[in-house]
């Protein structure tokens, strides 16, 4: 099968594990670049001290794990250890600092391994994202948590981000987060013209590239999605759900979609459309309004705890606004919140007859024919029920 | 006093340990009749749980933790997580959550007795995302509310003023929680009375831990330790907790006056970092023994708190002492500060290496455990062994392959303490 246009475009780069992009950026600018693990990116604030924020999704398809083993056990996720083994080959030695979020136990202490062995040459920080929504004191608490990591990238950068680049840069990046967000709606109104693949791509590229350009990169594609004329196919419309911080191979993506299914929904590349909402700075506090922003307005997921509300009811209220006829669970293996959270998820699908199925990866897997076999099976049954 | 057979060949009379039993006996019973007795309960965490707070207000208070534990080590921990994976869970998330779950699904239902339902969760988040996962499946399971108690993980030396208030401002929350629950105002002078007794047993447990820098060391400062945690972890507060640390020290106090410690001779001293495999406890410990090998200091013991580094509840300052003790349990210390503190236990306590048993289900505990390795081997010149299984599922549990690799350890240990002191 052919690759989608934008997929063909963009995937090489979007994924590269050698970052040409970031590199030439850094050449031509001469300014400094800091990388984000995932989920949560404080890209804003790397922006506003002038510096290149940098989508760290670890190695990919390309990555051979040979000096990461000794670091991280085996029973650990994909991203962790390719993302340490891209460290500890010096395949990152262009970043000029990297920051980590409190997303689950292995990203945290990787941000510790992170520290002792690259530390001493780059910035390396870890945020503690509160696990209250709607919280006067996790807002406060964030928005020192924000400033103490801002002082750290302005010392690095030697530039201030003052209140007016740093509402520059928020603006920016809703901007960018509005483009993103017209690309789901596409996926939900029309997704003939606009696979999950594609759109993953075009997500990911905000990852590598700076964000004025990716804006650029967004606004040509959705043009281009407008002119669009495909016929519908007869698929059954599902929401992916799982890849919220370890990206499975697009290849995944594009069996699930070639095996009879729209992919209406997903989180994938979800820290580039954190936010549900534009985040509102209103002339206060930038710092202050991004904190309140993540402890008010994020994607609920499951490296957030959202309080009083459950989870597994924030999955069905999805599946019915999307018009979905399934889920298609899409983790990466040994991901503990994931994990948990597909049992919460499976009962109240099994309790409310939506159908479902659980497909999960690892970055090197390289056969995908068993996984189209089981979407197919899937596809059927839903189909034929 | 009659040892069951396949027991240590240590024949001393283990008063502490008897003394713990009886008083989780007791503890088990009341949980089994909270309801007759109309006693609120609470479901917490061992990792910096705030259990003075709830005891000031009447709660009983239950720890899963507790149960997956005993149930390993009463080697009932199988069956439970079959159940479990059965209902969804994967084979590759912690195996403590999924002995949970499988008592949740046999009505709780356990070898320690019948456990009560919650009336609250509290998640007292320090150390571990897996915490809030599975108190967020209690919480649909039961249709309880889940109180989250968002503790900010220790990066710096210091901990900086926000993390502090922002924790202070949350137990301040939990107070009002507390006395809605409950219907009882919030006593701050029995808070206090009671932070006073966690501190005399904080007091004494540092006394017993610090007896382990005796050479030999008249008690294993891992494999017994853990032990006589319980009463740090869960009885602190209570009169009761202060009288069993008086009892362990007064058996520590004969033990050295008669010459018995841990291994009849004292070959080896090991710092001890990861929770034991408890459904193989006794077999574990074996493999160690058979060297002479005690451990003289461990990280695990320290989860309910870091009182060896001069951490202590303070009863002037009731809430704010909560606080900090919640933000100083070790698995909530930034690696940095973990290997730091491992580093020291080797010179204090004069151990000649570090042992690290990376379980697969606590990757809190686990994950950097190999770069600990790296430092402690490469510029630290700490001969370290790391060793892998599982603190809940017995499945993990090679023998064989521990045997060798932790004789392996210790045969070149041996030559290299003999070369040194040939050499010298």
Redesign the interface.
Known sequence: MSKAPFVERFADLATDPTFPSVREWKAKTGRKAVGYFPVFPPAELIHAAGMLPVGIMGGGTRVEIDHAD????S??CSI?RSTLELGLTNRLDFLDGMTFT?????A???S??W???FGQVALSE?L?M???SNHA??V??LT??FA?LLKRLETLSGETATPEKLRDSIDLYNRGRARLRALYQVRALHPERLSAAESSVLARLGCVMPKEEHIKVLDGALEEIQARRARPRDAVRVILEGSFCEQPPLELIETIEESGCYIVDDDLCLGQRWFNEEVEVNGGDPVRALAAAYVNHSSMT??R?Q??S???ETLVGRVRRAKANGVIFCSA??C??A??????F??VLEREKVPYLSVEFEEKMGAFESARTQVETFVESVLFA | MIQPPGESPFKYQDAGKNLQRKMMGQEYDALAHAKETKTPVAYLFISGNIQELFRAFGFLVLYPEINALQCGIKKAAGPLILKAED????S???GY?KNDIGLVIQNNKSPMGNLPRPDLLV?N?SG???Y???F??L??FYDV??V?L?V??V?DAAV?K??L??TV??LHDLVATCEKITGKAFDKAELSRILELSRKAEDRWCEVLEEAANVPSPIDAYFEAVFFMAGINIFRGTKECVDYYDAVLREIAERKERGIGPVEKERFRVVMEGPPPWPHFRAFWELFKRWGVVATAATYPKVGGLFDTGLRHDPSRPIESLAEYSLQCYTNW???KR?KLIEDYVKHFKADAVVIH?V?S???F??????F???FVREKNIPTLLV?SDLADPRYFQEAQLRNRIDAFFEALEHRKLTAKGGA
């Open positions: 000794s670091r991280m056990q029973f650990v962790s409190t997303i689950c136990d292995v945290r202490n990787l510790g391994v520290k002792r062995n870890l503690h509160p696990q209250h004191a996790a406060e608490y020192a948590e103490r499951s490296v705890h309080g009083q459950r989870r597994s293996k040994f503990e919140p994990l948990y959270d597909f049992v919460l499976k009962e | 209902k969804g869970y994967s590759d998330v912690c959550v998640c988040f571990c995302n897996t809030i996962k599975w967020e499946a919480s649909e509310p889940l989250m968002d900010p993980y990066r900086p926000e993390d208030d922002y401002s949350q930034s690696l940095d290997a990376s697969k606590c990757r809190s686990s994950v950097g455990q190999g770069d390795r790296d430092k892998e």
